[in-house]
């Protein structure tokens, strides 16, 4: 069976309640901010191309109220996010804020110091249904869930959600030393029920995209469990044979390379290696946008089709397979009504995304316990709404 994702609600109480606990009062304000996956469009990010995410029904929420004081105290009080912890910090001056235990805190800290208003102190409870670690953007929900909590206390909303997500990638990069693109935070900020999000890393616009009769389909996450020991190393030296391709070519990124240009690269000298990781960027950019029409026009054995061949290009191009993913996509693959199966996010470890008719869910579960050795969880990725304030009731 799929793990039972606990409902907003849920999430929402254990946070009133345990700030009242906590802190011996009503929390006055209530935020959430949920985790994401990624369809289509991988290793495409850092590259200036296309990746098409969506918001998770797995939950980050924020209950809190303002103390008049320059004192800020977070409690974690969810097993998703660490076990009980408790932070505190002064912001009398912002500026003097730094990185440190608990290391949670830091994605807290950096959206505090990076928030364009005025602040004053808060006490707030932190709880999640977002796993940690599982490649589901557990640290982007715990952000913007932080940031929309800030613009509820100060009742001064930034405007533009995309300086909002990059205000929250910012404090990503700053306080928890993760280069990270910019999908996770755009999809926590703007997802939508119902859609998936088209983003140009580029130019950073958007098209959200409804997924038109869904209802009969399902995208199932499988989450490994598998360590993935290699992937930072791994994603340095992928993400530089990109940017030393565009270079050999006189481009500033991938971006702007064609796929006839494989050519010109090969004659300057390219090695065999590099030339496989552009031909994988290449593609899936075009994958991507065809994904978006398909998914527009409800057209799913096409989705299918390209999430297959995503994998099978990531598995043979990029070269951040694993055995255990191959696995998984591989048995998931050979079960009747299942459209197409691929591993998301750097790879090597981490999910796999499989879209499939909702009536198979429960012969590709059986059929990879049958044959995956690890440990697999299971999760339904209903495509939800992004960040927004919610009631204290
Ligand atoms: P995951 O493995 O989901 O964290 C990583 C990068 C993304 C993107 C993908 C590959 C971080 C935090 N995220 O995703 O920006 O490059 O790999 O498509 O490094
Ligand atoms: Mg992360």
Known sequence: MAENIANLNEIKSQAL???????????????????????????TDYNEGFVLPMALPMVTV??????ATKICTIISASSAVTSV??????????????????????????????????????????????????????????????????????NQPVADPVEKAILCQKAEHDFAGVPCGIMDQFISVMGKEGHALLLDCRDKSVVQIFMENLTNYVFLITNSNAPHKLSSSAYRERRDACFEAAKILGKKSLRDVSLEEIETLEKRGASKVMLNRVRHVLNE????????????????????????????????????????????????????????????????????????KEQSVSQVIDKIKQTYTGNANFYIAKPSAGARQLDCR
């Open 285 to 356: 950019n075009l994958r991507t946008r065809a994904a978006m029409e398909a998914l527009q026009a409800g057209d799913y054995e096409r989705v299918g089709d390209l999430m297959n061949a995503s994998h099978d290009s990531l598995r043979d191009n990029y070269e951040v397979s694993s055995p255990e993913l191959d696995t998984l996509v591989n048995s998931a693959r050979s079960v009747e009504g299942v459209l197409g199966s691929r591993l998301t996010g750097a790879g090597f470890g981490g999910c796999t995304i499989t879209l499939l």
């Open 85 to 154: 912890s408790k932070a505190q910090f002064d912001i009398s001056d912002r500026s003097a804020i730094k990185p440190g235990d608990p290391k949670w805190a830091n994605y807290v800290k950096g959206c505090v110091v990076n928030f364009p208003n005025s602040l004053t102190g808060f006490n707030a409870v932190v709880t999640s249904s977002v796993p940690v670690g599982a490649g589901l953007s557990s640290s982007a929900a715990l952000e913007v869930a932080t940031f929309t909590f800030l613009e509820a206390i100060t």
């Open 17 to 43: 309640n345990a700030f009242l606990n906590e802190f011996g009062e009503e929390a006055t304000h209530c935020v959430c901010a949920p985790g994401r996956v990624n369809v289509i469009g991988e290793h």
């Open 62 to 67: 924020i209950a809190g109220k303002p103390n």
